[in-house]
């Protein structure tokens, strides 16, 4: 089984996990561990909550922009840099119990219902216009922070990607592949788990825009300036009607029940091979995703 008690300690890189600017009327907020293709681990996670609070809060803000640092957006969860740290408990944001004390799958299970499904969701209902300004790869946990974003803009190296059936997961903790894509899609998506570039994103409505890697963040400014001059009030109705029409369809509903079938494939991988990640960790994921790509 997976001890979760004998993770070492992390050891952090930064203690700035995510920026925060405010220019004009617009929050930018970017995850700033470039050194780790901004690879989620609960520093981060609780900072980028933080910083949209503020956001929320600060009555200049019109729009948020979100951004990562570096060659990529966010190359998912942190399964394996030094600043990985799954055991963090402190400050939780969720009437949930504590996870760091829970054996086996019960541990994941609490976790990631804050961390990932919680805050996740809590994120696609800030009450103010959100853009997600993707470059490189959006990956796994990257799919998440982008798809709880009103809109998506992604440079044309952009790439997006769930390879989480390396694991033997059906696709990421914030499930809505199939609202995303059409289904067939979400199906290739997620069986063959190839990167699917900006171009196709954009094809099936995944990305609104996609723009050079230069002219990305004017794109961005651009839009944010745009929405900036419009009614507070009827942009927070309008992503609650689109939201709302999405949950409609299914979409909360299916999140919740793949959100258990995600922990059953945990709990298989921990009853298998002792590891509820199925042993896979960010060099073994590059390698069979080279591998994948014909790179290796
Ligand atoms: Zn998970």
Redesign the pocket.
């Known amino acids: 089984m997976t001890d979760f008690s004998k993770i070492p300690a992390p050891v952090y890189e930064t203690d700035e996990p995510v920026t925060y600017m405010l220019e004009a009327a617009t929050a930018w907020i970017m995850l700033n561990r470039p050194r780790y293709h901004n690879a989620q681990n609960a520093q981060m996670l609780y900072a980028l909550d933080a910083a949209f609070k503020r956001a929320v809060d600060d009555p200049a803000v019109k729009v948020i922009v979100l951004g990562g640092e570096g060659k990529h957006f966010s190359a998912g969860h942190d399964i394996g840099t030094p600043g990985r740290d799954v055991a963090l408990s402190q400050n939780r944001r969720f009437l949930f119990p504590d996870h760091a004390d829970k054996p086996e799958a019960e541990f ?1 299970y609490t976790r ?1 219902h804050e961390a ?1 499904l919680g805050f996740c969701r809590r994120w696609r209902e800030i009450a103010k216009p959100t853009v997600a300004m993707v470059q490189g790869g959006c990956i796994a946990g990257g799919l998440m922070l982008a798809w709880v974003c009103d809109l998506i803009v992604a440079s044309d190296d952009a790439f997006f990607q769930d390879p989480v059936l390396m694991m033997g ?1 059906p696709g ?2 914030y499930w809505a592949h199939p609202f995303e894509l059409p289904p067939r899609i979400a199906m290739e998506f997620l069986m063959l788990g190839e990167r699917m570039p900006a171009a196709t994103a954009h094809h099936y409505g995944m990305a609104n825009r996609v723009v050079a890697r230069d002219q990305l963040r004017a794109e961005c400014a651009k839009i944010a300036e745009k929405l900036a001059e419009k009614s507070g009030l009827g942009l927070w109705l309008t992503k609650q009607v689109i939201n709302q029409a999405e949950d409609l369809r299914g979409k909360r509903a299916a999140m919740d029940s793949v959100y258990h079938m ?2 059953f494939a ?1 709990a298989q991988n921990d009853l298998t091979q002792g590891n509820a990640i199925g042993g896979m960790d960010a060099k073994a994921m590059a390698a069979a995703n080279k591998k994948q790509a014909g790179e290796a």
């Open positions: 994941l990631e990932y997961i990421v903790e995600h922990h945990h």
